[in-house]
């Protein structure tokens, strides 16, 4: 809870990130940049906690989980090598967890502890990026259900925006264009390279693309719960995602941030890199920073091809 009136009046962002393939998480990127930059900021003005949605935890029926296991295990993750990501601690916050949930009681949605939860690449992968120290700031996750209904899951961020002033950043991690099907796996399977692009996306990829990165820098309030919700009927949303499941963060990440109070205030794009072809991992901030830099960037010697500044 809020500890003095000021505190009350500090607001952080919520953020929508595209995690991409598990090769993201051995592998510096852009995206990866830019995810230090958030938890270099997050430190730096106070954030006390993360509450994220991924996109790979989804249950069986109507309700939702938030996971109440104190030491979660690793799932593991394919192309990357365990050295990699097995002692990162995603300091998992079981208290704050049993206040998620009663929040979310409050508001009426029917959510259910699970203690015997994993973690999964796609929210560990974006904290060992974000904390390269090895440790999180204390953690809660909660899971979609299978129904991909994007109004019972936009609830839940609506259910949980006043977090936001509560020194807690709200993140949801799934994809821009992220369709496993639609992807060329060639360049990663014979030569471990997940960035090569022999030819550009598909036109369909770069149609929704920008679809996405429209709805989300043109509109504020509820007018970006409405847009983002409304890219489900997108004559390319089927191309661009096979299943629903990555999509729900991106739906989760506008209820935290399109109240009617959230009207006028800009969002951000972000990092973006392209892999496997047609997956498009574009990063957005939604909303403001409370205290300088407002905005997260992404440090220019840190992007792919781009040499380090002379010492």
């Not at 953690?139 to 259900?145: E, G, H, K, R, T």
Request: negative net charge; glycine residues 6%; aromatic residues 12%.
């Amino acid at each position: 809870m809020p500890s003095s009136d000021a505190d009350a009046a500090v607001e952080f962002p919520a953020f929508f990130f595209s995690h991409g393939s598990t090769m993201m998480l051995g592998e510096p990127s852009a995206p990866a940049a830019y995810w230090e930059q958030v938890g270099r900021l997050a430190i730096e003005q106070g954030v006390e906690r993360i509450v994220m949605m991924g996109a790979h935890w989804h249950v069986e029926g109507d309700h939702f989980e938030v996971a109440t296991n104190p030491k979660p295990s690793k799932q593991p993750v394919a192309w990357v090598d365990p050295k990699k990501y097995i002692n990162f601690d995603p300091n998992y916050d079981v208290d704050f967890a049993q206040h998620v949930l009663r929040e979310l009681e409050d508001a009426g949605i029917d959510a259910r502890p699970c203690p015997k939860f994993e973690i999964i690449h796609d929210t560990f992968l974006i904290l060992k990026w974000m904390f390269p120290r090895g440790k999180s700031l204390p953690l809660v996750i909660i899971s979609s259900n299978v129904h991909f209904d994007p109004h019972q899951h936009l609830q839940i961020g609506v259910a949980l925006r006043h977090l936001r002033r509560q020194r807690c950043l709200l993140i949801g991690s799934g994809g821009a264009v992220h369709n496993l099907y639609r992807n060329s796996f060639s360049q990663a399977v014979f030569h471990r390279d997940n960035f090569a692009q022999e030819r550009q996306p598909e036109q369909w990829a770069l149609d929704f693309g920008q679809a996405f990165s429209d709805a989300v820098q043109y509109n504020s309030g509820p007018g970006l719960r409405r847009a983002v919700t409304r890219l489900m009927m997108h004559p390319q949303f089927r191309d661009a995602h096979a299943t629903d499941d990555h999509f729900m963060p991106a739906i989760f990440a506008a209820g935290a941030a399109g109240a009617p109070e959230d009207e006028g205030k800009p969002n951000f794009p972000g990092a973006e890199c392209w892999e496997l072809l047609n997956m498009r991992n574009t990063q957005y901030q939604l909303g403001y920073w409370p205290y300088e830099p407002r905005v997260t960037e992404v440090p220019e010697h840190k992007k792919i091809g781009i040499a380090p500044p002379p010492a």
